[in-house]
């Protein structure tokens, strides 16, 4: 079945460090999204990429690194500078060119102990 | 910059009774709307979408109704279950015939259905 994995499900980064969340999917959409949920909130866009080694920043990009090396992959670097990462993380994926909405995957919650 | 809202942020019914969602949105441009829902620690699922060519479309148990006019989308879910309790999202697409579809979500209403 194709669908989209995020992993992983739970993760926990201390003071400093870089933590990298990963996206993988197996639509052969061209288009990948990173957001943001926080606790009663909507998702407001970190990164997205239309093609592959090409990305564009969102709303929030401030703190957060992305890579496209692959059509299915589409990982987030959560780096030390983003001062407030713990959040719900949902990558998503889609067609180019028209409308079909987004697929999402099941999440990452991040939480800095 | 464009936003989309809803009205409620919470919306408790009995289990059985019809269920409606409000969502205002401001860009008149958009074209495509969508509506999810999403359960506790997952990832957001469709429910169902609506070009701006039409004014209601219908799906199982859900109907979605667009108003152009006043730039408002609601959500109907007929005979609401226990599993449809969760945070249902409205979000919209501006017309685009290239590139990425950049959705913008709405806050969110939780539906809670009670036994």
């Known amino acids: 079945d194709g669908g989209i994995t995020q992993s992983p499900k739970y993760l926990f980064r201390k003071e400093g460090q870089n933590v990298t969340l990963s996206c993988e999917q197996n639509?052969?959409?061209?288009?990948m999204y990173w957001y943001r949920q926080d606790p009663g909130q909507g998702l407001r866009l970190i990164y997205y990429s239309q093609i592959v080694n090409d990305f564009q920043k969102g709303d929030i990009a401030e703190g957060y690194s992305v890579s496209r090396e692959k059509k299915e992959s589409f990982p987030l670097t959560v780096t030390s500078a983003q001062k407030n990462p713990t959040a719900f993380y949902l990558c998503?994926?889609?067609?180019?060119?028209?409308?079909?909405?987004?697929?999402f995957g099941s999440g990452t919650r991040l939480t800095v102990v | 910059g464009e936003s989309v809202g809803l009205h409620l942020p919470t919306l408790s019914v009995q289990e059985g009774d019809n269920s409606i969602i409000n969502c205002a949105y401001s860009?008149?441009?958009?074209?495509?709307f969508i509506w999810y829902k999403q359960e506790s620690g997952k990832g957001p699922q469709f429910i169902i979408d609506i070009r701006s060519n039409m004014d209601k479309r219908q799906g199982q148990r859900v109907t979605v109704l667009l108003n152009k006019t006043v730039k408002h989308l609601s959500l109907q879910i007929a005979a609401t279950q226990p599993g449809d309790s969760a945070v249902y999202f409205c979000a919209e697409s501006p017309k685009s015939f290239q590139g990425a579809q950049k959705l913008v979500f709405g806050q969110g209403t939780r539906l809670t259905i009670n036994p």
């Open positions: 860009n008149s441009a958009s074209d495509y």
């Open positions: 998503a994926s889609s067609i180019i060119g028209g409308h079909d909405g987004y697929t």
């Open positions: 639509l052969n959409h061209d288009a």
